[in-house]
């Protein structure tokens, strides 16, 4: 190893300036050399990809949407249920917010009775809730007779 020296620059109180040349002392490594052959290089893990971090939040979002598409299906089922449970003398409620009782239903509509000598059509898709089905309200109306 070679002799390293250095200037060392000192200002006093006065202003003046001073330069002392200082040579450093060898110094010892300790460091062992190892041949380029032996040594380990220290593979560092690449960074994950835009791609890859992106998956987390596909899959949150895949996960999403098929609840809500089994959730809306449900409803529908539940829906057309209600429709197809709709007879002559059930009770309904429509969007509304009209009460009264089914007369007659044809195909895309019904005959709602409101109220003695009142009927009007609605549509089908105007029925908001069924109150009481038609099987509840003939029992209810023998109870009633007795």
Do not use: C, H
Not at 74 to 81: A, S, W
Not at 89 to 116: C, P, R, Y
């Amino acid at each position: 190893m070679a002799n390293t020296s250095f200037v060392v620059f000192s200002q006093a109180a006065d202003g003046s300036v001073s330069t002392t040349t200082v040579s450093a002392p060898e110094t010892t490594t300790a460091y062992s050399e190892v041949p380029a052959s032996e040594a380990v290089p220290q593979q560092q893990a690449p960074p994950p990809s835009s791609g890859m971090m992106m998956i987390p939040f596909i899959i949150l979002i895949v996960v999403m949407i098929a609840i809500s598409v089994r959730t809306s299906s449900k409803e529908k089922k539940k829906r057309e249920e209600m429709m197809n449970s709709i007879r002559k003398g059930t009770k309904i409620m429509t969007s509304g917010g009209i009460l009264g009782e089914i007369a007659e239903v044809q195909k895309d509509q019904f005959l709602l009775k409101v109220a003695s000598n009142v009927q009007i059509a609605i549509s089908r898709s105007a029925v908001a809730q069924v109150i009481q089905p038609a099987a509840d309200a003939d029992t209810k109306a023998e109870v009633t007779k007795k």
